[in-house]
Nanobody, 126 residues
Framework: VQLQASGGGSVQAGGSLRLSCAAS????????MGWFRQAPGKGREFVAA????????NYVDAVKGRFTISRDNAKNTVYLQMNSLKSEDSAVYYC????????????????????WGQGTQVTVSS
């Protein structure tokens, strides 16, 4: 199983980035997917999750209205569109896959996730 995150980079505050997470070795439609982030000196934080169907999406309050998680099961890829970026969004972003049996499960807990990608750096300068 491999989750390859990409799309990170450096951007000024107010800018946008779109992260992608390409999955291989799994059938994406069987998994709920999540994005987490970790800033230097801090623990891993939940950012967004999407259910197997895509109908349920959960976000941490800090990104609601600015970030959108989506999925394309045909391409085995999950996305995180990040708009109106702030300096506090700077972190390494990780995608993760949860072999959730519930079609509408979209867990906010890192312990629910079975597979993790390698992370992609997002740096927002003010």
């Amino acid at each position: 199983v491999q989750l390859q995150a990409s799309g990170g980079g450096s951007v000024q505050a107010g800018g946008s980035l779109r992260l992608s997470c390409a999955a291989s070795g799994i059938t994406l439609r069987s998994y709920a997917m999540g994005w987490f982030r970790q800033a230097p000196g801090k623990g891993r934080e939940f950012v967004a999750a999407i259910s197997r169907t895509g109908d349920t999406r959960n976000y941490v309050d800090a990104v609601k209205g600015r970030f959108t998680i989506s999925r394309d099961n045909a391409k085995n890829t999950v996305y995180l569109q990040m708009n109106s970026l702030k300096s506090e969004d700077s972190a390494v972003y990780y995608c993760a896959a949860d072999r959730a049996y519930g079609f509408e499960t979209a867990s906010t807990s890192s312990t629910s996730y079975d597979h993790w990608g390698q992370g992609t750096q997002v740096t927002v300068s003010s």
